[in-house]
C-alpha cells in the first residue's frame, strides 16, 4: 500500500516577510490619488476601501452568537483571526501593504491590538471637513449616478454622507484617537499633497522607514491594486477618478452651497 505524504503549510510561512500597514484617511482627500502615485513603487500596494476590518469585525461578532456559545472554542476562532491578514494578502506579490480603513475605531482597535501580530502604522489623510463637503457637493452636481442623488435635496444628501454609521464618522473617529497618539501615525494634508507631493511622500517613506522611491508626478495612472480596478458603477462614476495629466490643485466654488447647519456643525473641524 502506497503512503502519500501530507504536506501541511503554515500561513505565517508565506507572509513572514511582508510589511502591512493602514491607511486612515477621510473620504474626498486625496486618498485616489495617494494610492496612485504609491503604488508606482513595485514593493508597494496601497488597497482601495478594504474588507478586512469587516472580516475580523464580523468572526469577532461571532462570539455572540449561540452556536458559538454553545461550544465556546475560543482558541479556535482567535487561530483563525490571527491569520486573517496573513491569509488576505497571501498572493498578493509585494513587500508593503498599506490597508485602507478605520483601524483605530475603539471597536477595531481593540480586535486588532489582540489580533494583528505587527505595530499599528498609520498614514493618515485629512482635509478641512467643510472642503471635504465641497467637493462631495462637487460630485453630487457633476455625476448624476452618484450615490447620495438617490435623495433629493442637498440637505439629505449631506445628512446620509455624514451618518454616525457612515465611512466620514469612522475615519473622523479613528483619526481622533492618532491625533492623541502620534506616534502611530504620519498625516499628510490634502492641500500639502497636491501642492508638494514629493515631499509629503518622502515623510510617509521616513515614518515607514522604507527606502524612498523615485515617483512621476506627471503622466499618472487610474488605481489598479493588484491587477484589479474600481468598480464605480457601485456607487457612481468619477467616485475614484484622478486627473492624469499631472498632480495638481484643482478650485472649488461649491464651498459657499453648503447648508448653513452644516457649517455650523462641521466649520470646527479643520486639521
Same mark, same amino acid.
Given at each position: ?6 504536506? !501541511? ?45 469587516? !472580516? ?27 491569520? !486573517? ?14 490597508? =485602507? ?25 485629512? =482635509? ?106 457601485? !456607487? ?36
Amino acid at each position: 500500500m502506497n503512503k502519500r505524504k501530507l504536506l !501541511v503549510k503554515h500561513p505565517n510561512t508565506e507572509n513572514k516577510d511582508k510589511q502591512i500597514y493602514f491607511l486612515c484617511a477621510m473620504p474626498r482627500s486625496g486618498n485616489t490619488l495617494f494610492s496612485s502615485l504609491m503604488n508606482q513603487n513595485p514593493d508597494i500596494a496601497v488597497t482601495a476601501n478594504s474588507i478586512t476590518l469587516e !472580516v475580523m469585525k464580523e468572526l469577532f461578532l461571532l462570539k455572540k452568537t449561540d452556536v458559538f456559545q454553545n461550544f465556546p472554542d475560543e482558541q479556535s476562532l482567535d487561530n483563525v483571526m490571527d491569520e !486573517v491578514y496573513n491569509l488576505y494578502y497571501k498572493d498578493w506579490n509585494y513587500k508593503v501593504i498599506i490597508d =485602507r480603513g478605520p483601524v483605530c475605531t475603539p471597536g477595531n482597535l481593540m480586535v486588532m491590538q489582540k489580533h494583528f501580530k505587527q505595530p499599528i502604522r498609520c498614514v493618515v489623510l485629512v =482635509r478641512n471637513l467643510l472642503d471635504v463637503l465641497a467637493s462631495y457637493i462637487k460630485w453630487f452636481e457633476n455625476e448624476p449616478t452618484a450615490f447620495p442623488n438617490k435623495f433629493k435635496t442637498l440637505d439629505e444628501k449631506l445628512s446620509h454622507i455624514m451618518n454616525k454609521n457612515g465611512a466620514v464618522a469612522k475615519e473622523l473617529m479613528s483619526i481622533q484617537y492618532l491625533i492623541n497618539h502620534p506616534d502611530m501615525a504620519v498625516f499628510i494634508k490634502y492641500e500639502d499633497l497636491v501642492i508638494n507631493p514629493e515631499k509629503e511622500l518622502r515623510k510617509v517613506y521616513t515614518f515607514l522607514n522604507l527606502p524612498y522611491y523615485q515617483h512621476q508626478f506627471t503622466n499618472l495612472n487610474q488605481i489598479i491594486v493588484n491587477g484589479i480596478r474600481y468598480n464605480d458603477s457601485i !456607487v457612481g462614476k468619477n467616485m475614484h477618478t484622478i486627473r492624469t495629466e499631472k498632480v495638481m490643485k484643482v478650485e472649488n466654488n461649491c464651498k459657499n452651497k453648503i447648508p448653513q447647519r452644516f457649517v455650523k456643525e462641521y466649520g470646527h473641524i479643520t486639521f
